[in-house]
């Protein structure tokens, strides 16, 4: 029961996450770093601690009382991401959220998988010793893993293959109807360097998980025999997510400034209530997506295979919207089923390094 309440948990994040920008497209009359700050603000800065403030009592004397090695890697970890968060906006904004998630989730879904392991292979950490490269490569579902990254690469040549197709079927103005700013070459660096950075939130959750099993501890000391606490990942978000806000937030004032476009916010020629609606809706369903994964990995005990399982779920419903928006409209049958295989291709991958993950090590 508990595994199937994990997969339906993560089914929700899934939904959360590729979906959350939708509402921005209905934000009018604001330049892109605007509206994503505001949202950034909702997403890493407002409702994380309430989140965690309504689950956990004493979230932060936990996060106090943490050692100050664990708060500064976990906070560190979310830099990085928030590097990549940065970039998945702009992925998006240029390669559409069918093609964009495709590639940016492809690379973050391998990656997320490879990095905790190449961290442990270089520094020694207790209980870790199968976690590593080196015990990747010489373990079976460690070579499941291994295949499975490959695979995802092929999968993203065939999308940016279909990328490529796709500018060649349509014209600059039927590109632009289904993606405003259509950019393949742009689109697609931003979109590689996004989902490997992008990565770096899952070792974040493994850096900060002495903060969860301090609340997990807590918890089960008040409610004994009823297994792991639901929503214990709450509080390393809280410290993940401020260093992806002083990411963000650093690098769309810095767009704030040299576009001239802090009159944004209060330009009474735009919709301001509405733009600040969305904008906020866009950010609170975006944390939405990992206060279900957290409490879908409480109950499938499996970060590695949790994580691919939140990323296919995020493959599948972007692609969804893509199709709901038309991003595909008018582009041959060809260019449809080359696009079609390489996303299915990518969720192939996805399955044999969760599959890799679940092998008894």
Request: net charge positive.
């Amino acid at each position: 029961m508990g595994i199937i309440l994990g997969v339906f948990f993560h089914f929700i994040g899934g939904f959360a996450s590729g979906s959350f920008y939708m509402p921005f497209k209905k934000v009018k009359g604001w330049s892109w770093e605007s509206f994503w700050i505001i949202g950034g603000l909702f997403s890493w800065l407002i409702v994380p601690p309430l989140a965690a403030w309504l689950t956990i009592p004493g979230f932060g004397e936990i996060i106090s009382q943490t050692p100050s090695a664990v708060i500064a890697t976990t906070f560190t970890m979310g830099l990085l991401w928030g590097v990549g968060g940065l970039m998945y906006g702009l992925g998006v904004r240029y390669l559409g959220m069918s093609l964009g998630n495709s590639v940016i989730l492809g690379f973050c879904s391998a990656f997320g998988a490879l990095i905790p392991a190449i961290y442990y292979n270089y520094v020694t950490v207790a209980g870790k010793e199968k976690q590593t490269l080196s015990f990747m490569l010489h373990n079976t579902g460690g070579q499941w893993v291994l295949i499975g990254v490959l695979v995802c690469i092929i999968g993203i040549a065939i999308c940016g293959k279909a990328g490529m197709m796709k500018e060649k079927n349509l014209s600059e103005e039927e590109q632009k109807a289904s993606v405003s700013e259509f950019s393949l070459v742009k689109g697609l660096i931003i979109a590689t360097i996004s989902g490997i950075l992008s990565a770096f939130f899952n070792f974040g959750i493994e850096a900060g998980k002495p903060m969860a099993e301090v609340a997990n501890a807590a918890w089960q000391s008040t409610h004994p025999g009823q297994g792991n606490f639901l929503f214990q990942n709450n509080v390393i978000f809280v410290v993940i997510l401020w260093g992806g806000l002083t990411t963000n937030f650093i690098w769309c004032m810095v767009l704030n400034t040299r576009n001239r476009s802090f009159g944004d916010y209060i330009d009474l020629k735009t919709p301001l209530s509405k733009n600040y609606f969305f904008s906020a809706l866009a950010g609170t369903t975006w944390f939405l997506q990992f206060f279900f994964y957290g409490m879908g990995e409480s109950k499938m005990g499996n970060g590695a295979s949790s994580w691919i399982l939140h990323m296919s779920f995020i493959i599948l419903v972007a692609n969804l919207w893509g199709i709901f928006l038309k991003e595909w409209k008018g582009v041959s049958r060809q260019t449809k089923t080359v696009i079609t295989f390489g996303i299915l291709t990518i969720l192939a991958s996805v399955m044999i390094v969760g599959y890799g993950n679940s092998l008894p090590k």
